[in-house]
């Protein structure tokens, strides 16, 4: 065989693979299914190489000064320096850590507040004429607006910082929890009553459960606003925590260590919404089949 | 044994336009052995009837007894079926079946054991841990009835149950639901548009007429009697007396309209 033939071959070999990589899992028997149903990883990897390409050819070409975009290399050297050496007197590891428990440590706290009130606001006048002006009149305002104002009441120690992120994931998990329990059919409901069933086994019974997809899908959005609340929240007189060290950073210029902040805080958002995802499809497989 | 009776019930909506009056004077007997069908156009008020006999909707006017005691809300005595099946997504087939006896506190090895026995009788067998969601339209409506007798109410009612079946699974479910009610002597008010499928199944029919909601007329038959005593389910519904009985129906129906 001579060496054009093979390539030819190779070249008829990768034009087949490309063809494949559109057709591959396409699922068979669903081809009239839900719009954008089917995965979609590979388009996203090939994206998320894309956008990398492109970062890497605009700074190697020197279009922009490192200044304002260092290449992608230049923080990738960042990333290694600060996750052995630390900056400002934390590697980032421990920088990611502390972010990490404030957001859960808020997080937490909505749950067990959040949730309860709002299941309360929809299946009782009371909690929700009680609970409705205070949260309606909060949730529009910035959590940058109302920062100081924690701070003058809760000083600038780590509760003002969680109460910060606090604030910013109840809002949006009580409306959810609250629009969750109309989720339950009124048929579901006749029926249980039609058994007996007293108006508390009709909540536990029915309209807890019905809620729950709602109730998940709400964490899953409100996870996302602490983190959007995290930089905000690491302003006040921290020490470590990843707002706190792109915030510093940027007072130096030091653009590479933003810009990895910027990609690890991503980053984390992004994983721990894979894995509210995850419990999702465990939790409520039959979500939106009903 | 009870009887199940509906005296002069009224049922007015009050709505901006003017009140709706739903139900008009309505008097119904459900006795031993009976299987009470309601037809007529939409809106004529059959599903507001179905809803008072259960409990749900108070009745503007009359009373609704079992047996001289006037019901005072919904209770484990009449259990419904639904167009819309209502199974719980969360819960899998035999969760379903015996979600009735759960309410009731039944434990649950006893109300596995009851929601097996009606598992068989529906011909669901194998299906126990299946997820509803994954099971066909027919199926579904079956565990829908299958919940509903497990937990043995005196009376059955079903708002268009088999509503949203094809024909031919919907005349397989008819089949069936003649054979469960026979073998488990319920009584049963049964909502449907289809004429064919009243005549079939009822042992009574009613025809009702909108605006406002009225019985109009009723009918007592027998195919149903003459289906369990043996005779095939296509051969009735070809016969002479039932195609009379299918036009004098729709003639009445066609009337109202
Ligand atoms: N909750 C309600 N509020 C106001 N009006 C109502 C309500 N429920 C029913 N109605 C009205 O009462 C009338 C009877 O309704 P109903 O649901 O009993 O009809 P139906 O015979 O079951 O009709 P279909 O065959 O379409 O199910 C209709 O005019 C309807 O608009
Ligand atoms: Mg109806």
Redesign the interface.
């Given at each position: 065989m001579t060496v054009e033939a093979n390539h030819k071959q190779a070249g008829r070999g990768i034009a087949r693979v490309l063809m494949n990589i559109g057709r591959r899992r396409r699922p068979t028997t669903e081809v009239y299914g839900q719009p954008g149903a089917g995965r979609s990883s590979l388009i996203s990897f090939a994206t998320a190489f894309v956008l990398l390409l492109v970062w890497w050819l605009v700074t190697n070409a020197e279009l922009v000064k490192p200044l304002f975009l260092p290449p992608p290399e230049m923080v990738f050297d960042k990333f290694v320096e600060v996750s052995s050496e630390g900056f400002n007197n934390a590697t980032l590891f421990e920088h990611a850590l502390q972010s990490i428990m404030r957001v859960f440590a808020a997080f937490a706290l909505a749950c067990v507040t959040a949730i309860p009130i709002g299941i309360g606001m929809g299946v009782n006048k009371l909690m929700r004429g009680l609970f409705d002006p205070p949260i309606e009149f909060y949730r529009p305002i910035p959590p940058l607006a109302y920062l100081p104002l924690i701070i003058i009441w809760f000083g600038i120690g780590e509760t003002s910082k969680i109460l910060l992120i606090y604030l910013g994931i109840f809002a949006p998990l009580a409306l959810s929890a609250r629009a969750g329990v109309r989720s339950a059919?009124i048929?579901?409901i006749?029926?249980?009553?039609?058994?007996?069933?007293s108006r508390w086994?009709v909540l536990k019974?029915?309209v807890f459960?019905?809620a729950?997809p709602e109730i998940l899908t709400g964490m899953r959005i409100a996870i996302g606003f602490g983190w959007t609340v995290l930089v905000a929240a690491e302003m006040v007189a921290a020490t470590s925590g990843l707002g706190y060290m792109v915030l510093s950073a940027s007072e130096f210029l030091n653009t590479s260590v933003v810009i990895l902040g910027i990609i690890v805080i991503g980053f984390l958002a992004y994983m721990f919404d894979m894995i509210m995802r995850f419990i999702e499809g465990k939790l409520?497989?039959?979500k939106g089949?009903? | 044994m009870s009887t199940l009776q509906a005296d002069n019930v009224s049922v007015v909506f009050p709505a901006d336009s003017g009140d709706v009056h739903a139900l008009d004077k309505a008097s119904l007997t459900i006795g031993e052995g009976d299987f009470v069908v309601a037809l007529g156009a939409s809106g004529c008020g059959k599903t507001t009837l179905l809803n008072a006999i259960a409990g749900f909707l108070a009745p503007t006017e009359g009373t609704i007894a079992i047996d001289g005691t006037p019901i005072g809300g919904p209770g484990a005595d009449r259990a419904v079926v639904f167009q819309k099946h209502a199974l719980m997504p969360w819960l899998n087939v035999i969760d379903n079946v015996a979600f009735g006896l759960q309410i009731q506190g039944v434990e649950r090895a006893k109300r596995y054991e009851m929601a097996n026995q009606y598992l068989s009788l529906l011909g669901l067998e194998g299906f126990e841990t299946s997820a509803v969601y994954q099971l066909s339209g027919g199926m579904q409506q079956r565990v829908g009835v299958a919940r509903a007798l497990a937990t043995d109410p005196e009376i059955l009612l079903m708002d268009k149950p088999l509503g949203a079946l094809d024909a031919l699974t919907r005349e397989s479910v008819q089949e069936i639901l003649l054979r469960v009610w026979s073998e488990t002597r319920k009584k049963v008010f049964f909502i449907t548009h289809s004429v064919e499928e009243a005549l079939f199944l009822g042992t009574k029919l009613i025809l009702m007429s909108p605006r406002p909601g009225r019985i109009t007329h009723t009918y007592d038959l027998d195919f149903s009697r003459r289906y369990l005593r043996g005779e095939p389910a296509r051969a009735i519904k070809a016969s002479q007396d039932f195609i009379e009985m299918r036009e004098d129906v729709l003639s009445r129906i066609h009337g109202d309209a």
């Open positions: 059919s048929e579901q006749h029926v249980a009553y039609s058994f007996g069933a086994q019974h029915v459960k019905a729950l409520v497989p039959w089949r009903a | -």
